[in-house]
């Protein structure tokens, strides 16, 4: 089977955050808490796969969301151009995670079914559950469909040798998680699954979520499918840079080998 390196990518952050805004039922709900947003980059040999898309500088001023690297050029660093993607994964369709999808404009995307029913369906004429979601990126994942570019995965599904998703829902009804052979064994990217260690540790639930028991069965998924506690690497969070050497750049972490310390759970 193969194997295969696994990087993050930061393109954003967000401050002036609280606990609250984290985790529901948190005793210290207005602590500060900040959060990173991230990318993911798979490659083994010539193959190269990319978790999610980012979002752009047009939607980092719609929502007053800076961004510190445009998803676009965030690549550079591994000699890629936009162009080159042609496989990637769409972990859910809320607008940090698809909000770069037309950035990519020759790759093929593979989204869970129920995610693409979820953000074109009647769940979308309340506000709350619509927040999340930009309807231009859910018409640019609409135009790949109609290009022939979208693959649908209804639960588990194969992306490449070694490469899997599975569908946990929770905080998006179609959230699916990628499962990745390494040489440090099976890595679990859980994108929004678990945003932070301490959701997924401490069985704290994030906040915006379409079903809370889904959310909470999701987290015995991810430890299901790891190989290792430490080998389930949440979607937003921080300490990721902390626990995981960088490469070529700041705002670049290497997973594959594993962390550089231990994790705190």
Not at 90 to 118: C, I, K, S, W
Not at 120 to 147: N, Q, W
Request: glycine share 8%; net charge negative.
């Amino acid at each position: 089977m193969a194997e295969w390196e696994v990087f993050s990518i930061k393109y954003a952050d967000r401050g002036k955050r609280t606990r609250g805004d984290s985790f529901i039922f948190d005793d210290n709900h207005d602590a500060p808490h900040d959060m990173d947003y991230f990318m993911w980059l798979l490659r083994s040999g010539d193959h190269v796969i990319l978790v999610d898309s980012g979002y752009d500088d047009a939607e980092a001023k719609a929502r007053d969301r800076p961004i510190r690297r445009d998803p676009g050029v965030a690549l550079a660093p591994f000699g890629l151009k936009p162009e080159d993607i042609t496989e990637l994964v769409v972990t859910h369709l809320h607008y940090d995670h698809a909000g770069g999808l037309h950035l990519f404009p020759n790759a093929r995307l593979h989204l869970q079914a129920a995610e693409m029913a979820y953000a074109t369906g009647p769940c979308m004429c309340h506000d709350t559950l619509k927040l999340p979601f930009t309807a231009g990126h859910v018409c640019e994942a609409i135009m790949r469909l109609y290009a022939g570019k979208v693959i649908f995965h209804d639960g588990d599904g194969m992306i490449a040798d070694g490469v899997t998703v599975h569908k946990i829902g929770g905080h998006s009804r179609g959230l699916q998680c990628v499962r990745v052979k390494t040489r440090a064994g099976w890595m679990v990217l859980a994108s929004d699954a678990s945003h932070f260690y301490e959701n997924l540790w401490a069985r704290k639930p994030f906040p915006i979520v379409v079903d809370i028991e889904d959310m909470l069965i999701g987290f015995d998924t991810l430890q299901s499918l790891a190989s290792a506690p430490e080998l389930i690497i949440p979607g937003h969070d921080p300490l990721v840079r902390d626990y995981f050497p960088s490469e070529l750049d700041d705002f670049i972490h290497r997973l594959d080998a594993g962390p550089i310390q231990d994790v705190i759970r």
